[in-house]
């Protein structure tokens, strides 16, 4: 991995600069361009603005990592309100949730995510949408898929996460490519250890179009999620190829990242899904997102010394 990426996905664990950039004033602009705001109401006008151009999106109230049981009680109420307006506002033909494991319960207790997550699927089930389990760093990986796992024993539609740089995920597509079965397909976002992770961005990359093809002539509901245009490019001849028909898999990219794009492949009949993250705790998050453009990183540090 690069140095510099490195260091900014260090800086995501900070608690120091996590609080510099909570307090500096003009932090809020940049996080204005990749989370639309810290509530419910802030969240559900997204989709409505995503959904006048025919975009869908799935809904992530950001959190991770919880340490007290009230926080993964709150967010999870935080969920069932969610999933309650969307459904009241008519809006679950246009949105689902992306949720995080070590959002939804305490230190990585895998008994406690389960039940909280069977508590986010039975309502997206009355709403009439689904529920996708993001993926985090690769010491949750087997735990995250068996929890997803049991949870499609009721709920088939719940969506799951693999990550082309890991190294074990071909193995892992191989068990999820499956009729019916939907998995979002990333190129993954945490610092990870090259005994576990291609470093080289071109594997990545290699990686990635192995899964896709395993996920396309398995018959899976594939959500491609990237913003890469060469592997766009790629995904539209390989979708063809197996013969997909639109809206039997989907585009995945990030609110307020490539607009443009998202917007175009819409027009041009696919199915675009962005995944809009709201509330308080935007740190991690957007840190992920700097690590990702370096670019953005003068921006954040600018806005860091503005007071
Ligand atoms: P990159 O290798 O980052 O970029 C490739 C190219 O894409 C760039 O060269 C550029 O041309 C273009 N590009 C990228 N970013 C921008 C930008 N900001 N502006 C303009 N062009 C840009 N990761 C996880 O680990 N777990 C998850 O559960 C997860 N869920 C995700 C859900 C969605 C919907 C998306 C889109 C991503 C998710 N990710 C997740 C993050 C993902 O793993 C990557 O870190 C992130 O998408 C960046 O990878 P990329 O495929 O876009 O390509």
Redesign the pocket.
């Known amino acids: 991995m690069e140095p510099l990426r490195s260091l900014i996905l260090a800086a995501a664990g900070n608690d120091v600069i996590r609080r510099v950039a909570a307090t500096a004033p003009g932090t809020r602009q940049i996080i204005a361009r990749f989370v639309p705001g810290e509530t419910v109401a802030d969240a559900l006008r997204a989709v409505k603005t995503l959904a006048a151009d025919g975009r869908c999106a799935?809904l992530d109230y950001l959190g991770e990592y919880t340490r007290d049981p009230a926080q993964a009680e709150s967010t999870v109420r935080t969920y069932l309100r969610l999933l309650d307006e969307l459904s009241k506002q008519g809006l679950s033909g246009h949105a689902e949730v992306?949720v995080k494991l070590s959002a939804l319960t305490v230190d990585g207790d895998r008994v406690l995510a389960a039940r909280n997550l069977g508590l986010v699927c039975e309502a997206a089930e009355q709403c009439g949408t689904t529920v996708t389990v993001?993926?985090?760093d690769h010491t949750t990986t087997d735990a995250t898929l068996g929890v997803v796992g049991d949870a499609r024993r009721t709920w088939p539609w719940v969506g799951a996460?693999v990550?082309s740089y890991l190294r074990r995920t071909e193995a892992d597509v191989a068990a999820l490519a499956y009729k019916g079965s939907r998995v979002?397909l990333?190129?993954?976002?945490?610092a990870e250890p090259a005994d576990v992770a291609y470093a080289d961005?071109h594997a990545?990359d290699l990686s990635?179009v192995r899964c896709a093809n395993r996920l396309l002539e398995g018959g899976a509901y594939a959500?491609f999620?990237?913003?890469?245009?060469?592997?766009v490019g790629l995904l539209r001849q390989r979708t063809r190829w197996y013969g997909r028909e639109q809206g039997s898999y989907e585009y995945?990219?990030?609110y307020g990242?490539?607009p443009d794009e998202q917007r175009r492949l819409a027009a041009e009949g696919e199915t675009v899904?962005?995944?809009v993250p709201f509330g308080e705790q935007w740190y991690g998050y957007l840190m992920?997102?700097l690590a990702?453009?370096p670019a953005?990183l003068a921006l954040f540090l600018r806005a860091l010394a503005i007071r």
């Open positions: 799935t992306s993001d993926m985090e996460v990550q979002r990333c190129k993954g976002a945490y961005a990545v990635y959500m999620a990237t913003h890469d245009p060469r592997l995945q990219m990030l990242v490539r899904r962005v995944y992920r997102r990702e453009r953005n």
